[in-house]
């Protein structure tokens, strides 16, 4: 699976848009790009996942650059219940052994 | 639809001690894995399983055993425990969905070894 690498820390202020940035240089064809974030020492939660496609649902939105060496995780209306370390992923489509590797995350703070 | 459940969430254990963490999951997902969490660290994969009978070793498997008999459970045994296994232990569980692998998370199980 693909290395990621993302900012230790970034705030954002109540009713922005955040942006998380997110590098993959590595990512190969299969690996998918998986957001999740972990609310103050709660179970990690999933986002959003991507392929090749912008994505977006009800939390959130994925852009992924055209080369997919890079992603953002777009919250397009950030509040202080967003507070939380949000890690990105790249791993491998299928497969018995697809499984997930956290790093540390990026550590957001909505401030009021 | 509980979704993923551990228990116990607080454990206390004196060195040498062993005990069993137990995960279940009502979604009838293949996969199930063990993650700890130190503090201020990320995640790291302990063990994981794809089915009933089937199971691996992740990133950090020493001390530790598993097994998985059924679908629904997936428990984790540590053995002779070291003030080193303190940490947060999450469960979690997910089906291939068109390639993705979308993980559900417990709420964690917080071990103190002393």
């Known amino acids: 699976d693909a290395k990621t690498t993302q900012p230790t820390s970034m705030d954002c202020a109540e009713g922005r848009a955040a942006n998380l940035p997110c590098n993959h240089s590595t990512i190969s064809g299969n690996e998918y790009v998986y957001w999740y974030r972990q609310i103050h020492s709660q179970g990690p939660q999933y986002i959003i996942h991507g392929l090749k496609n912008n994505e977006t649902n009800e939390m959130a939105s994925l852009i992924i650059t055209e080369d997919r060496k890079s992603s953002t995780l777009i919250l397009p209306h950030a509040t202080l219940r967003d507070t939380a370390v949000y890690y990105c992923i790249a791993s491998s489509r299928g497969g018995a052994t697809n499984k997930l590797i956290f790093g540390t995350g990026t550590l957001l703070a909505v401030q009021p | 639809n509980a979704g993923v459940t551990q228990t116990p969430k607080f454990r206390i254990l004196k060195i040498g001690q062993s005990m069993t963490l137990q995960c279940a999951q009502d979604m009838n997902h293949n996969y199930m894995y063990w993650y700890r969490q130190d503090p201020g660290m990320g995640l790291k994969l302990i063990y994981y399983?794809?089915?009933?009978?089937?199971?691996d070793k992740g990133e950090v498997p020493n001390g530790y055993n598993v097994s998985r008999s059924t679908t629904e459970d997936f428990p984790l045994r540590l053995e002779l425990a070291a003030p080193s296994q303190t940490s947060v232990y999450f469960c979690?569980?997910?089906?291939?969905?068109?390639?993705?692998?979308?993980?559900?998370f417990g709420a964690g199980s917080r071990l103190t070894v002393l």
């Open positions: 979690a569980s997910s089906n291939q969905d068109g390639g993705a692998n979308v993980l559900t």
């Open positions: 399983s794809v089915g009933a009978g089937i199971t």
